[in-house]
Every structure is written in C-alpha cells, then in structure tokens.
C-alpha cells in the first residue's frame, strides 16, 4: 500500500521551530518531488515547499521563504520540512503530496497525500 505519513507537527510559540517530517512506505521517493502544502482554518489549502526529485531543486513561498526549509534523505525513504521563525499565521494543518519527479504549483497535479499533522502557532 502507497502511503505518505507526516509527523513532526505540534504547539510552539512565535519565532519558535518545528521539523516536519513526511516518510514514504509502499514506494521509493527517490523518483517523486515532494510538495509541502498548509490549509488554515477558513482557507485554501496552498502550496508552501516542494522538492524536486531530479536535482533537488526547491520551491518556497513568499510566505515561507528565508524561514522555511526543505530537504530530503532518499536512504531514510524521508522528506524535512524544517520551519523557523513561525508565525502565528503559520497555524494550519501540513501536507505533504507526491507526484512523478518535478514539481508542480497545483494540488491536483499530485497523486499521494499524507492525512496532515496540525501546526499550531500560539502564545
């Protein structure tokens, strides 16, 4: 069975961090750009991160950007999002989704979704 599981999520305070994580089984994520996405509380879920598989390269934000970071260890089967400096608008649940190789900006383009871990942002 193919299936994305994140974890990592929790409470933190303002201008805290949290590293999400996003491990694969059933499949190898060496061949999958891997995307990041956040749905807020009365928003559209959208796009934060996503890593390509072919050399890596990734894709941020405006809102993320300079804050957030991700990365992958294909040995681990496993995709970081590491994110600092957090907001209270970071608050959301965090996805990670797959498809074949690049990136791409919109969520229907990804076929493999993990079930979210929530990030809570709050004094």
């Known amino acids: 069975q193919l299936q994305l599981v994140e974890s990592g999520g929790g409470l933190v305070r303002p201008g805290g961090s949290l590293r999400l994580s996003c491990a694969a089984s059933g499949f190898t994520l060496n061949y999958y750009a891997i995307g990041w996405f956040r749905r807020a509380p009365g928003r559209e879920r959208e796009r934060v991160s996503c890593i390509s598989r072919s050399n890596g390269s990734a894709y941020y934000a405006v809102s993320v950007k300079g804050r957030f970071t991700v990365s992958r260890n294909n040995t681990k089967n496993t995709v970081y999002l590491q994110m600092n400096s957090l907001k209270p608008e970071d608050t959301a649940v965090y996805y990670c989704?797959?498809?074949?190789?690049?990136?791409?900006?919109?969520?229907?383009?990804?076929?493999?979704w993990g079930q979210g871990t929530q990030v809570t942002v709050s004094s």
């Open positions: 989704a797959a498809r074949p190789y690049f990136c791409a900006p919109d969520r229907g383009n990804y076929d493999y």
